[in-house]
């Protein structure tokens, strides 16, 4: 159904507000809307150019044609742009929240992120999708006059992945939640009525928000799939042996429960659809699928998943708001998209050598996180001190907070590249002495 989002002004002011409202219009002669000016904010912010240098499932720079986190971004606002383009959304306004969906993902993939959130854990915790909205709102400097890229309301509200909170973290850091003061929800005064309840009741997703998340799952489910198979640590003939189908099967009911019929899911079914990837990928005289046949294949895959979409209006909302919408997928699209997800998983992330890989990463940022806050805990003019950037240092003058001086190491760590990560670690903690000229 597109026609009630086709009848939806999303130019309307309380969509495209920007927390400052100084810069709601473009230069003379910029002839861009609200939204494409977001995107070109994020594509040339630092936080956006560090992702190239991120992990997506493979580490970044193990190979030239293995995707980055960057990469990732790319291709999830692509098929965003698909499903909005074929819905009657704003292209551009999709395309700036899956561009920035990534930005607050740590060196080493979710990895980093597991290590990051145990060290944060006795400071309020750390979730890659808060981290985002931190640094859209707080750290990634635009301009002297204020802090963040600026953007508008609708691209905020189009990368809050998890409003309720994820893992028993809340959406929002408290301070950045604190700040906020209820303005992503539309107040823009403590008197305008919010545009969704932001009290007791969990806040919906939007409907940009949606179908980011949709897109997000598309890209995760075939994309890493297609880099396991050209890396070689897939061979798709393995895809219907008993073993992969039994760990498929029991990895789908685990991770995607709340899916309808992922709890009791047989192996007759998935080995039904495994047999059905094999078929597109093997071509009867080949060792390996070549690259051609698997991008063909993988193509298939996301047309079959942006076309089956659909959009309703939901139960019990006007249509004056980004959250009066639903998107839907059919339940064998997101089963099968659940299937495919779980091959990396369970053939990829749990293969011993990216499991090294993994260990890795786990005690790099940990180590890094231990030594930095205990460099922040003294006083700033000790030597201790000096190992942290000068941007940090200044920032820690005006905490009063052990909390507050562990967000803000968390913030510098998250920031890293996977290479920079390494490096650092390497010449705080190795032996070997190191030269004081070479870049942090």
């Given at each position: 159904m597109t026609a009630p989002v086709l009848a939806f002004d999303w130019f309307a002011p309380v969509h495209v507000a920007r927390r400052y409202p100084s810069e709601l219009g473009g230069a003379e002669g910029d002839l861009r809307d609200p939204f494409e000016r977001d995107r070109a904010r994020i594509i040339h912010s630092g936080a956006f150019r560090r992702l190239?240098?991120?992990?997506?499932?493979?580490?970044?720079?193990?190979?030239?044609?293995?995707?980055?986190?960057?990469?990732?971004?790319?291709?999830?606002?692509?098929?965003?742009?698909?499903?909005?383009?074929?819905?009657?959304?704003?292209?551009?306004?999709?395309?700036?929240?899956?561009?920035?969906?990534?930005?607050?993902?740590?060196?080493?993939?979710?990895?980093?992120?597991?290590?990051?959130?145990?060290?944060?854990?006795?400071?309020?915790?750390?979730?890659?999708n808060a981290q985002t909205y931190r640094i859209l709102t707080q750290l990634e400097p635009l301009t002297t006059r204020h802090?963040?890229?600026?953007?508008?309301?609708?691209?905020?509200?189009?990368?809050?992945?998890?409003?309720?909170?994820?893992?028993?973290h809340p959406a929002l850091y408290a301070d950045d939640a604190h700040d906020d003061g209820g303005w992503l929800y539309g107040q823009d005064t403590p008197t305008d009525t919010p545009l969704v309840p932001v009290g007791g009741s969990v806040p919906p997703r939007s409907i940009i928000c949606q179908v980011m998340d949709w897109a997000d799952d598309i890209a995760y489910s075939l994309h890493d799939l297609e880099d396991g198979l050209s890396a070689r640590?897939?061979?798709?003939?393995?895809?219907?042996?008993?073993?992969?189908?039994?760990?498929?099967?029991?990895?789908?009911?685990?991770?995607?429960a709340h899916l309808p019929g992922a709890a009791d899911l047989d192996t007759a079914?998935?080995?039904?659809?495994?047999?059905?990837?094999?078929?597109?990928?093997?071509?009867?005289?080949?060792?390996?699928?070549?690259?051609?046949?698997?991008?063909?294949?993988?193509?298939?895959?996301?047309?079959?998943?942006?076309?089956?979409?659909?959009?309703?209006?939901?139960a019990g909302h006007h249509q004056d708001s980004a959250f009066a919408f639903t998107l839907l997928a059919p339940s064998t699209a997101q089963l099968e998209c659940a299937v495919l997800k779980a091959i990396t998983q369970e053939l990829i992330l749990r293969d011993q050598r990216t499991g090294v890989y993994a260990r890795q990463a786990l005690r790099i940022i940990s180590d890094l996180f231990g030594v930095l806050l205990d460099a922040a805990s003294h006083d700033l003019d000790d030597v201790r001190a000096a190992i942290l950037?000068?941007?940090?240092?200044?920032?820690?003058?005006?905490?009063?907070?052990?909390?507050?001086?562990?967000?803000?190491?968390?913030?510098?760590?998250?920031?890293?590249?996977?290479?920079?990560?390494?490096?650092?670690?390497?010449?705080?903690f190795s032996a070997r002495q190191s030269s004081p000229f070479a870049p942090l």
């Open positions: 190239q240098g991120k992990s997506q499932i493979f580490a970044a720079g193990w190979s030239g044609y293995l995707r980055t986190r960057v990469t990732h971004a790319m291709e999830v606002a692509q098929i965003a742009r698909a499903i909005a383009s074929n819905h009657g959304l704003p292209g551009s306004l999709a395309e700036a929240a899956a561009l920035a969906h990534d930005l607050g993902h740590p060196p080493f993939g979710h990895n980093g992120e597991d290590a990051l959130n145990a060290c944060m854990a006795p400071y309020g915790g750390f979730e890659g802090p963040g890229v600026n953007v508008t309301r609708a691209t905020l509200q189009g990368i809050l992945k998890y409003p309720g909170g994820k893992d028993g640590l897939l061979n798709h003939r393995s895809l219907i042996s008993g073993e992969v189908i039994e760990r498929v099967t029991m990895r789908v009911r685990r991770s995607a079914a998935v080995k039904d659809l495994l047999q059905g990837l094999y078929a597109r990928l093997d071509d009867g005289h080949s060792l390996m699928p070549g690259t051609a046949r698997v991008r063909e294949v993988m193509g298939g895959y996301v047309r079959r998943f942006v076309t089956a979409t659909s959009i309703e209006v939901t950037p000068y941007e940090t240092r200044a920032a820690l003058q005006e905490t009063s907070t052990e909390a507050a001086r562990a967000r803000l190491i968390c913030d510098f760590v998250s920031g890293m590249t996977d290479a920079q990560a390494s490096q650092y670690h390497e010449r705080l």
